[in-house]
C-alpha cells in the first residue's frame, strides 16, 4: 500500500465567504506537496485567501484538463513517490459535479488513503434549504443548449419526478440563467415546485422555492450570477 495521502479540498462558492471553510482544510494543504488544480490561478488565491502564511511556489502544480493520459501520469509517479496530493476544483467540492473523479479513480486503485474534507456543496445546501424532497433525488448537471431539446428535456424531469417522487437538481452556465428559467415556466406545469439557489453562500444569498405560477408572476434575474435549480412534481 502507498504511503500517500490523497485530500479532497473543498474551495469557496463565494469569495467572500472563507468561513465557510473548515479550519483543518488548511492544515491538510499544508500536509501535501502536491496539487492537482482545475485553475492553478484562482487556486492560487484561494489559498492565500485561507491562509496568507502559506508559501504557495512550494507545492508542486499541476492542473487538471482534458489531456487525461498524461495528467494521470503525473499523477501516478506523485502517488508512486509517496507524495501527499490536494485535490481541488473551481467550486465546491471535487468530484462533485466538478472534475477530479478520474483521478479519485486512480487513487482509489492504487489503494492510496482517500480524504475527503467538508466543505461547501451548492447541490447539498439548496436542497436542504429548498423544503424539497430530500429523501430522492438526483442531480443530472447540465441541460443541453438547443432550446428543442432543452424543453424536452425539462419535461422528462417534470415526469420523472412526478412518477419517483423525486427532486431534480440542475445548473446552467449563468450567461443562460434567464432562458433556462424562461423555459421551465413555459412548460411546467403550474402546481411544479422550482427552487433557484442564487449566490450560495454569499452575502446576497437567495435560496427561494414557488410553485411555476408564482414564479409566473415574480420573475427573478439571474443573468451571470450563479444558479442552482431544483424541480420538484411529487406529491
Known sequence: MTKSTIYLIPSLL???????????????????QVIFAENERTTRRFLKLLDPAIVIDDFEWHTIHK??????????????????IAIISEAGCPGIADPGQQLI?????MDCII??????????LALMASG???????????????NTNRIKKIKELE????????????IETPYRN???????IQHCNHATQLCIGVN??????KILTKKIIDWKKNKIELHKLPAIFLLYAGT
Open 14 to 32: 463565494a469569495e467572500s465567504s472563507t468561513a465557510c471553510i473548515p479550519v483543518y482544510v488548511i492544515d491538510a494543504v499544508k500536509n501535501c
Open 67 to 84: 489531456a487525461e493520459a498524461e495528467q494521470i501520469a503525473q499523477f501516478r509517479t506523485a502517488i508512486k513517490t509517496n507524495k501527499n
Open 105 to 109: 479513480g486512480v487513487a482509489q486503485e
Open 115 to 124: 480524504k475527503p474534507l467538508v466543505g461547501p456543496s451548492s447541490i447539498l
Open 132 to 146: 424539497l424532497n430530500g429523501q430522492q433525488f438526483e442531480f443530472v448537471g447540465y441541460l443541453p443548449i438547443d
Open 159 to 170: 415526469l420523472s419526478s412526478a412518477k419517483n417522487n423525486s427532486t431534480k437538481i440542475f
Open 178 to 184: 434567464n432562458q433556462l428559467l424562461e423555459s421551465i
Open 200 to 205: 450560495i453562500t454569499g452575502e446576497d444569498e
